[in-house]
Structure formats: structure tokens, C-alpha cells
């Protein structure tokens, strides 16, 4: 060939455009006989091929011009060929005549098969791997030029580029198949998320929550039982808050269910922050749950902690009846899943407990407007005699501990205001003091009133009701008339004074309180325990520490100051100007006994104030004649003195009952609780029983 063609082949533009001729998108042995057929037409021989090679054999990928015997066979043995000398060298291997070469000797078959001339080039790739040959061969002695091994190298080094692109479109196809399926997952993996989310992000109950939360779970992790568990921290114990799935009917594992930490799968997921996968529950590692799961046909689960801010708050769980059923991908996905439910239940949380707080304060705000109305008339404690000395110093020394305190006295000896003086001297005085009157309240309601009820517990329960328990939370609870608690609740309030937990009626959660106890009652306890009336173990746990009021009539020396403070304060409720009580009135007031106590010297005094005229208390305005009267005469009761004392102030008010200016307004009561006590104590206006008479 002369030099000139060979410079014109080897022009770069035109091996470029020859390279992307050949490189096409077509099968790899297309390109490879394109280069061989050109190899034959540019260099004016008979026969090229391209070889690829292992340890022991030479694959012909390419042949263009051989023998007919010899292009039938795809595959040689490589042990004596030209093919494995080019490759081994690593270099260009050039025979003018194959007649006197070492190999002819070895394989005589090369020279019948017209091989004489032979020129290969070894193809290497950049990491060095030689993969084979790309060869020329003549029927004749040749001496190949600069120029033929140079254009033999380009058509090589396109073999090797077509080889090269091969692999790597290969490799390309599949990470490109790796990466959508990657892109996949990970998409569909955040559209559960945001599903889920979603589902979950707007509920404000926990039933609504878990519903979600399930049905959500349900389109990506089969299960036959699902289960949200919340942790409790105060008590270290995990409570069943929702379950879903095929349930048996009752329940091996009821809603509200608990398991201690230790020994649980819970606490385990807890203690070590991460997934739990078991895929056999009946063998080890067991836990508490697993043999309950078992007996619902449940054989294996995955578990995942709901975790907030570093803080684990629960677990959420799946179980399945076949075992094997979870995998880590699975763990995976729930833990994810399990990340948007914690955050929604943290939000839930919060708002019931704000829900609650505001619950309370309403409760609160209710029952103090009711206390302040039921009030005692007097603000602090009227009396400097020995008697009430020595209970003031009992109530400096219990005041400043928790212990449970019982009042004992007389009806109307004041201990509602003793309560008051030792809630107000205690490290509780800035929280709440509540009150319940045991004996005013019906044995069916007193229950709720105690402790609480949910919403739906009986008939008439359309809401949650926070319990004076709850409502005294950090306060002290009062509780009056104790004697009258009916014997199933003191059992119940013994629990509460001992472990400082209960339930509310409806209700499966334990809720803890901290109260500080205060009992009063006018009963003899001691007789009520040996007439089987009251708990010997609830008296005794009541009985810490006992302060008895004594009656008016043993602190005698109390009454003028209680005369004098309840005259002011009378004058001033009802804006007349009334002297201090005259020695004659006073004398005519320690003369009496009392039986009705302070309460009753209340009610007179207040009378006293209404009938006074010109500035002051007349002898005649105390209407406790009776009391004073010889002996042969019947003592008044008390409730004679009261029947008295609403006369005189419905004939002063013209038997007006309400309004402003009504006998209800100035005695301090409501209109309906007036008409009641009127009732009680057969308190007719005359020209209305007259003219039921005219009708009869």
C-alpha cells in the first residue's frame, strides 16, 4: 500500500467518522465484523477477524475471509496460536512468514489453512486486562509497514472502545435499573409517610388516633393484630392504649392492659431505643405479652419504639399468625411510621392535658363560686378561752405535715372554719381546699362526685367528669359528715388514703393523686366501728390525728366576743349602724346553754340585728326566752329557734321571699332552699292557709 493512501485513511476526521460509523446500536459482533471488513478492504487481505480470549480457549467474535473449515469454528483450543503470543506479549506480534515460525512446528494446521502473513494487536484495557486480539492474515509472505501497523492499531482501539462501551452501558443499565428502583422505594415510602400523617395528624382522641394510625399501617405492613402501647413514667408501668385486627371476642389482651417494664417486650424496646423483630414468639427471648399473643394465634411481631425528642413515650406493634412474616425492611418502614405517630400522640397528649387542666380550672372556678356562697359568715376564728386555745395550738402543729387529720364536735361547733384555719396554715394554702358533704349527697352519686366518672359510665354521663380527688390535686380535701360514707365507698377511700390511687367510675386508668386528708363529723366513730356501721382500718387511718371542738356551752367565755363580732358583721352586711351588745344582753346570752352551739348564736345574733331599732340590741330582740324560762317549761329545740327567727324575718319583709329586699336576699339563703326550709318547718303565710281553707 503506498504512503499516501495510508495517510489519507489515517486522516483523524476520517477515523473519527469511521469510529462512530461503527460504534452503532447494534449487537457488539455487528460493529466487531464492520471493523474486520474494513480491516480487509483497507489493508488489501484476505482474511481479519477479532478474538477473545481466556485461559485455555480463543473465541473468534468476528471472521472475515477464512476458510470455510475454520469459520465454522467459533471456539480453539488457545494453547498453540498467534493469538496467545500477541496477548501475552502485550505488543503488536507481526509474522512475515508463518513457514518459519516456532509455531508452525507446534500446529502445522496454520499454514494448510492459507495462513502465511500474519499481524495482530493485542487489546488491552485501561485497568490492563487483555481481553484478546484484533488480527490480519495473508495467503502470502508480507512485510508490514509503520502505516499498516498503525491503521491495524486504530481499528484495535475501535474493537476495544466498542468492547469498553459494551461493558459500560451494561453496568449503566444497571445502575440505572438500581437507581428507579431505589427512587421507587423511596418515593413510595414517603407517600405512606405523608399518608400516614395525614391520617393521624388532625386526631384529638385517642380512639380516633389509633383508628388512623391502623388503617394507614394496614396498606403496607399486613398484620392480623395491631397494637399501640403508652408508657407511663411516673409508675414504670406500659398500659394497652388501642388494638386492631382480628381480635378474639373477649379480648386475651382487653384495652388498658398493663405490663411492667421489666420483663416486657416494651421495656426491652425502651431500655434499648430500637426495633424488636421476633419471628417465632414461642421461642426465646420470651417476654410478658408473648404468651397472650400466642393464645390469640399471633407467631410473630415487630416492634418499634415512638420516640420524641429523645424520650420514648410507647410502642407501636405489629403481629402476624405466620411466623417468619417480618423482615428488617419491614422494622424499617415501621420504625418510619412509628416516628409520625409518636409526634401526633405527643400532640394528643398535650391537648388532653391541657383539656384536662382547663377541665379543672373550670371545675374549680364552679366549685369555688359555690363555696363562696355556701360560705361561713365569719372569716377567722372568734374565741380566746382555754377551750379554744388548745385546739388553734393542735392545728399550728399538724398544719405544717401531710398527715390525715379528723375533726370531731357538735353540730354547729364551727369545724368547717377549724378545717379552713389548718388548710390555710399548711404548705397547701396556695392550692385548692375542696369540700364534700357525705351525708348531703344521694349513695349513688356520691361515688362520682368522689372519684369521677367517664363519659357514657351510666345513665346521664354524656361527658368526663373530673372527681374532687382530681380536683384537689396538690390541695387538701374535705371531707364533712365522714360517719355518713356508705361502707362500699370506704373501702374504696382507704385505697385512696393508702396508695393515693383510684379509678373513676367507668374508667380502667389508674390515676395518682396527691391530697392532703381532712375528716369531720359530729358522730361518735368509735361506736359506729363496734355497731359494724363503720371500717375499723379506715378509722384508724382517719384517726391520726384527732382535734375535738368543744361545745359552745363548755367555752362560755367565748360568747360575748362571738356576740360582739357577729353584731358587726350583720350591721355592716346589712348597712344599719348597730352598737355593741348592752351588759344586759350579754348576760341574757351566757345565760343560755346552746345547744344548737355557734351556729345557733349565729342565727340569733343575726335576728337580733334585724329587729334592732335606734342604734342598738335590745334584751327583747334575742329571742331565746324559752331558754331561760323555769324549768317546768319545755326547752326549745333548735329547730324551734330557727321556725322563730324565719317568722320574724318573712313578717319583716311583708312575706316577700325573693328580690333584693326578700327574706331569702337577707338571710342568706336561696329562694328554693328558703321554700324548702319553710316547708320543713310547717311555715305557712296565715291568709294563704285561710284561703285554702275558703277553697276547701
Known amino acids: 500500500m503506498a504512503d499516501s493512501e495510508l495517510d489519507a485513511i489515517l486522516d483523524p476526521a476520517r477515523l473519527d467518522a469511521l469510529r462512530r460509523t461503527c460504534l452503532l446500536d447494534s449487537p457488539p459482533e455487528a460493529a466487531f ?100 486480539s484484533f488480527c490480519v492474515v495473508d495467503h502470502a509472505p508480507r512485510r508490514w ?17 466498542e468492547i469498553e462501551l459494551r461493558r459500560l452501558a451494561g453496568e449503566l443499565s444497571g445502575v440505572s435499573a438500581g437507581l428507579k428502583t431505589l427512587v421507587e422505594a423511596r418515593t413510595e415510602r414517603l407517600r405512606v409517610l405523608l399518608d400516614v400523617n395525614n391520617a393521624v395528624v388532625t386526631c384529638l382522641d385517642r380512639n380516633s388516633l389509633f383508628e388512623a394510625a391502623a388503617a394507614a399501617l394496614a396498606r403496607v405492613i399486613p398484620f392480623d393484630r395491631a397494637a399501640l402501647v403508652l408508657r407511663d413514667p411516673v409508675r414504670d408501668v406500659f398500659t394497652v392504649l388501642g388494638v386492631a385486627g382480628t ?44 404468651e397472650r399473643l400466642v393464645q390469640e394465634g399471633i407467631l410473630s411481631a415487630v416492634s418499634v419504639p415512638l420516640a420524641v425528642k429523645g424520650k420514648i413515650i410507647g410502642t407501636l406493634n405489629a403481629g402476624s399468625k405466620t411466623r417468619g412474616r417480618y423482615t428488617e425492611a419491614d422494622a424499617s418502614l415501621l420504625f418510619a411510621i412509628g416516628e409520625q405517630i409518636a409526634l401526633a400522640l405527643e400532640n394528643l397528649l398535650a ?28 372569716g377567722d376564728v372568734v374565741g380566746a378561752s382555754r377551750a379554744i386555745a388548745g385546739v388553734l395550738a393542735g392545728v399550728r402543729k399538724v398544719a405544717e405535715t401531710d398527715s390525715t387529720v379528723l375533726v370531731t364536735g357538735e353540730t354547729g361547733t364551727g369545724k368547717e372554719m377549724i378545717v379552713r384555719v389548718l388548710h390555710e396554715a399548711s404548705r397547701r394554702s396556695e392550692k385548692i381546699l375542696v369540700k364534700v358533704n357525705c351525708a348531703a349527697l344521694p349513695a349513688g352519686v356520691i361515688e362520682s362526685e368522689l372519684f369521677g366518672h367517664e363519659k357514657g359510665a351510666f345513665t346521664g354521663a354524656l361527658q368526663r367528669k373530673l372527681g374532687r380527688f382530681e380536683l384537689a390535686h396538690g390541695g387538701t380535701l374535705f371531707l364533712d359528715e365522714i360517719g355518713d360514707l356508705p361502707l362500699d365507698l370506704q373501702a374504696k377511700l382507704l385505697r385512696v388514703l393508702q396508695d393515693g390511687e383510684f379509678e373513676r367510675v367507668g374508667g380502667t386508668r389508674t390515676i395518682k393523686v396527691d391530697v392532703r386528708l381532712v375528716a369531720a363529723t359530729n358522730r361518735d366513730l368509735d361506736l359506729a366501728v363496734a355497731e359494724g356501721k363503720f371500717r375499723a382500718d379506715l378509722f384508724y387511718r382517719l384517726d391520726v390525728f384527732p382535734i375535738h371542738i368543744p361545745p359552745l356551752r363548755e367555752r362560755m367565755d367565748d360568747v360575748p366576743r362571738l356576740a360582739r363580732h ?23 346570752l351566757t345565760a343560755y346553754r346552746w345547744p344548737g352551739n355557734v351556729r345557733e348564736l349565729q342565727n340569733v345574733i343575726e335576728r337580733a340585728v334585724i329587729l334592732s331599732s335606734r342604734g342598738r340590741i335590745e334584751p327583747g330582740d334575742i329571742a331565746i326566752a324559752a331558754a331561760v324560762a323555769p324549768a317546768s317549761r319545755r326547752p326549745r329545740t333548735l329547730e324551734d329557734v330557727e321556725r322563730d327567727h324565719v317568722l320574724s324575718v318573712l313578717e319583716e319583709t311583708g312575706w316577700r321571699v325573693s328580690g333584693e329586699r326578700g327574706a331569702a336576699k337577707i338571710l342568706g339563703l336561696k329562694r328554693t332552699t328558703l321554700e324548702g326550709r319553710m316547708q320543713r318547718l310547717g311555715i305557712v303565710r296565715k291568709t294563704a292557709a285561710a284561703r285554702d281553707i275558703r277553697r276547701a
Request: charged share 20%; hydrophobic share 45%; aromatic share 6%.
Open 33 to 132: 465484523d464492520r471493523l474486520t471488513s474494513l480491516a480487509t478492504t483497507l489493508l488489501h487481505v484476505p482474511v481479519a477477524y477479532v478474538s477473545l480470549v481466556d485461559d485455555h480457549r480463543q473465541f473468534f467474535k468476528s471472521q472475515r475471509g477464512l476458510a470455510e473449515p475454520l469459520a465454522l469454528a467459533r471456539e480453539t483450543p488457545l494453547s498453540h496460536s498467534f493469538c496467545k503470543h500477541a496477548v501475552e506479549s502485550r505488543r503488536p506480534l507481526l509474522v512475515e512468514d508463518a513457514r518459519e515460525h516456532p509455531i508452525l512446528k507446534a500446529n502445522p494446521a496454520v499454514v494448510a489453512h492459507g495462513i502465511i502473513a500474519y499481524a495482530g494487536i493485542p487489546l488491552i484495557t485501561s485497568e490492563g486486562h487483555a481481553l484478546g
Open 566 to 588: 357577729f353584731v358587726m358583721l350583720y350591721a355592716a352586711k346589712m348597712g344599719k349602724t348597730v352598737g355593741a351588745p348592752s351588759d344586759a344582753v350579754l348576760a341574757r
Open 247 to 290: 381480635v378474639p371476642t373477649p379480648p386475651i389482651i382487653p384495652l388498658g392492659t398493663e405490663w411492667p417494664h421489666a420483663g416486657s417486650r416494651a421495656g426491652w424496646i425502651v431500655d434499648h431505643g430500637k426495633p424488636l423483630l421476633t419471628d417465632d414468639l414461642r421461642k426465646p427471648p420470651v417476654f410478658f405479652e408473648h
Open 351 to 378: 391537648y388532653e392535658q391541657i383539656a384536662a387542666l382547663k377541665a379543672r380550672l373550670e371545675e374549680e372556678k364552679l366549685y369555688l363560686q359555690e363555696e363562696a356562697k355556701a360560705e361561713s359568715s365569719f
Open 145 to 161: 509497514t509503520d502505516g499498516e501497523v498503525a491503521l491495524l492499531e486504530v481499528l484495535a482501539a475501535s474493537t476495544l472502545s
